[in-house]
C-alpha cells in the first residue's frame, strides 16, 4: 500500500469521532422532539381538567427547528454510511471501473451541494434569520432556523470528502492488499 494512503488512514479515528457526535445530536435532538410533543399533547387534551397544565405556545415551532436539524443532520450521517439514495440499478451490467467513476462523480457532486449549503445556508442564516425572531419566542432569533443547512453542509463535506478518499484509494489498492493492509 502507497505510504500517502497509510499516513491518510490515520485520520479515520477523526471521521469517526464526527459520526459519534453528529448521530448523539440527533438522538437528544428526538429526545426532545417526543418530550416537546408529549407535553403539548397532553396540555392541549389535559389542559381542560387541569388548569396549570397547558400546551406552551412555543412547542410547535421548536418541534420543527429540532425536526429540520434532524433531517439535514441524519441525511449527513447515511453519507458516511453510504445509505444515501443512489441508482445502482445498471451497475451490474457496467464495466467495475465505469461505476467507479460514476461514484466518484456522484460524490464529487454531493461534495459540491455541502459547499454550496455551507455557503449559502450561513448566508441565509445571517442576513433572513438575523433579521426575525420565532412567532412564540420575540427574543430567539430565525437564525436557529436557518442554521441546519451551513451545519450539515459541514457535515457532508467531512463525509464526502472521506468517501471521496476511499475511492480514490481504491483506484490504487486491489480489495485483497486491503484486507492485508486492515488486518
Known sequence: MPKIFTTLDKIRPAYDATYKVILFICKILLIVDIL?????????HLG???PFFKDPAWSEEVVLTCMSY?????????????AHIRMTALDQYL????????????????FALGIIMLVVGWNYAVSIGAR?????????????MYFPIPLA?????????????????????????????AV
Open 36 to 44: 416537546i410533543t408529549s407535553y403539548a399533547v397532553a396540555g392541549r
Open 48 to 50: 381542560k381538567y387541569i
Open 70 to 82: 434532524m433531517a439535514v443532520l441524519s441525511a449527513a450521517l447515511a453519507i458516511r454510511r453510504g
Open 95 to 110: 464495466p467495475k471501473t465505469v461505476v467507479k467513476v460514476l461514484d466518484l462523480l456522484a460524490d464529487i457532486a454531493v
Open 132 to 144: 426575525g425572531s420565532y412567532v412564540s419566542m420575540p427574543g430567539l432569533s430565525r437564525f436557529w
Open 153 to 181: 453542509g459541514i457535515a457532508m463535506i467531512v463525509f464526502e470528502f472521506e468517501a471521496i478518499y476511499n475511492h480514490v484509494k481504491a483506484f490504487f489498492i486491489k480489495p485483497e492488499e486491503g484486507k492485508e493492509a
